[in-house]
T-cell receptor, first 111, second 114 residues
């Protein structure tokens, strides 16, 4: 089925560990974004991309890296996990003038 | 002040009631989205609109660009409508590709009792 595939669904990390959250879409969307969702707050933009090879920082980029080597894939890397990065992460993709599609989310706990 | 404000934050309704959720925003936008997030977390886009009104089943979304306000209505509400409803706007203008980014409200938690 067409859509956004985000993995893993759950992850527990120890402080200082690194990991990559995967995001892939098969709709040829140019826009892809990563958000985090914390209790009492709206989704906040971490990083975004407007096409292959182009990425930029969002509202809360510190501690995260991204790359966009292909239109389909937009992985999010946590370089050295911290408890403040405990959150639910969503990947989203869209094309100009169309609805946004979201991945299923990743619940990350950093201990 | 948040750029996207939703009201109410929480809403409890009886099955069959007509429900309205409001969204006000303070930035120029190219589009407004209404999203639904069920317990368990997945987010689904319900509507994207830039003017007027859209209807899908029992859901109706309206937007007034001049007043920077949108409403989501649910007619004949049902317990399966229980979810968090999120308003998000796509900013107009901005540098580089930032005009493609969404700014989210904090959501309205709806609970429909049988």
């Amino acid at each position: 089925n067409a859509g956004v595939t985000q993995t893993p669904k759950f992850q527990v990390l120890k402080t200082g560990q690194s990991m990559t959250l995967q995001c892939a879409q098969d709709m040829n969307h140019e826009y892809m974004s990563w958000y985090r969702q914390d209790p009492g707050m709206g989704l906040r933009l971490i990083h975004y991309s407007v096409g292959a090879g182009i990425t930029d920082q969002g509202e809360v980029p510190n501690g995260y890296n991204v790359s966009r080597s292909t239109t389909e894939d937009f992985p999010l890397r946590l370089l050295s996990a911290a408890p403040s990065q405990t959150s639910v992460y969503f990947c989203a993709s869209s094309s100009s003038g169309l609805k946004a599609f979201f991945g299923q989310g990743t619940r990350l706990t950093v201990v | 002040k948040n750029e996207v404000e939703q009201s109410p934050q929480n809403l409890t309704a009886q099955e069959g009631e007509f429900i309205t959720i409001n969204c006000s925003y303070s930035v120029g936008i190219s589009a407004l989205h209404w999203l639904q997030q069920h317990p368990g977390g997945g987010i689904v886009s319900l509507f994207m609109l830039s003017s007027g009104k859209k209807k899908h089943g029992r859901l109706i979304a309206t937007i007034n660009i001049q007043e920077k306000h949108s409403s989501l209505h649910i007619t004949a509400s049902h317990p399966r409508d229980s979810a968090v409803y999120i308003c998000a706007v796509r900013r107009l203008g901005g540098h580089g590709g930032s005009q493609g980014n969404l700014i989210f409200g904090k959501g309205t938690k709806l609970s429909v009792k049988p």
